[in-house]
């Protein structure tokens, strides 16, 4: 999934919009029956930022691919199986594996207030649902809640949501729609700009690391490793000790240990 926001937003419409929130889903995993989770992860960005996370991400691919950067798309999935030009030509897994946590490593070294949001859905604990509409509603009301939390602290934003070309656009258009309008369990969504974008990965540094916010806990919960998610668990929204940013949405396990699981039980 990719973001050319810049194309979508002409200066005197920034300067309202002050937030970007980016998603990112597992493109294969809605519809995949050997994957038990489908998940929905990306960042939550102030749009200065967006330029100086791309320019380390630039930096990042031209370590990798010197003759030409721009032609490097961070997709953790493909760096993980090497099967692709330019990750086909880095031969060890141990080294594509550090690749990725060099992705992580910008957003988990980010000063500027950058968040991190992912909803992981047990697919099988809601056999009637579609996962992609579940994990969404989560991620729109949960930025939605960030957005409200800063307005009540004096810093009132905007949000807007950023995603992936996909057969879900008209679907989750409406929902965004819906969500505003008639509203969700949490109520009206009121923060958030407009309908969703939905862009082309390649054209956005931001939306690769968002990639890599969705791969890290695809792994830990599809997969049980660990590594990158303890990368970048600090960076998931928060407040008052409490996890807003990571949802584990399942039915199946009431005394689950994961970190968001946890964090509620402890709140």
């Given at each position: 999934m990719a973001v050319r926001w810049a194309l979508f937003h002409p200066a005197v419409f920034l300067r309202h919009i002050m937030y970007l929130c980016i998603y990112l889903d597992d493109s294969d995993s809605a519809g995949n029956k050997d994957e038990d989770y489908l998940v929905l992860g990306g960042i939550s960005v102030f749009e200065r930022q967006v330029y100086w996370l791309s320019k380390q991400l630039d930096e990042l691919a031209a370590l990798i691919w010197h003759e030409d950067p721009q032609a490097v798309e961070f997709h953790a999935s493909e760096i993980y199986r090497g099967k692709t030009s330019p990750w086909d030509t880095v031969k060890g897994r141990d080294e594509r594996r550090k690749v990725i946590k060099d992705v992580l490593a910008v957003l988990a070294n980010d000063k500027h207030g950058t968040t991190a949001f992912a909803c992981a859905v047990h697919k099988s604990s809601f056999p009637n649902r579609?996962?992609?509409?579940?994990?969404?509603?989560?991620?729109?009301?949960?930025?939605?809640?960030?957005?409200?939390?800063?307005?009540?602290?004096?810093?009132?934003?905007?949000?807007?949501?950023?995603?992936?070309?996909?057969?879900?656009e008209t679907t989750l258009q409406q929902l965004a729609r819906d969500f505003r309008t008639i509203g969700s369990e949490w109520g009206l969504t009121k923060n958030i700009?407009?309908?969703?974008?939905?862009?082309?990965?390649?054209?956005?540094?931001?939306?690769?690391?968002?990639?890599?916010?969705?791969y890290s806990v695809?792994?830990?919960?599809?997969?049980?490793?660990?590594?990158?998610?303890?990368?970048?668990?600090?960076?998931?929204?928060?407040?008052?000790?409490?996890?807003?940013?990571?949802?584990?949405?399942?039915?199946?396990?009431?005394?689950?240990?994961?970190?968001?699981?946890m964090s509620r039980k402890m709140a």
């Open positions: 579609d996962p992609m509409e579940v994990a969404f509603e989560q991620l729109c009301n949960r930025f939605d809640l960030q957005l409200r939390r800063m307005h009540n602290q004096g810093d009132t934003q905007r949000g807007l949501i950023v995603l992936d070309e996909s057969s879900y700009a407009d309908v969703p974008l939905f862009v082309d990965s390649k054209a956005s540094r931001c939306v690769q690391l968002a990639d890599h916010v969705a695809f792994r830990r919960f599809n997969a049980k490793d660990t590594q990158y998610l303890d990368l970048i668990l600090p960076k998931f929204d928060q407040d008052q000790g409490k996890i807003h940013g990571l949802v584990h949405y399942q039915t199946y396990d009431g005394n689950c240990m994961c970190p968001a699981c």
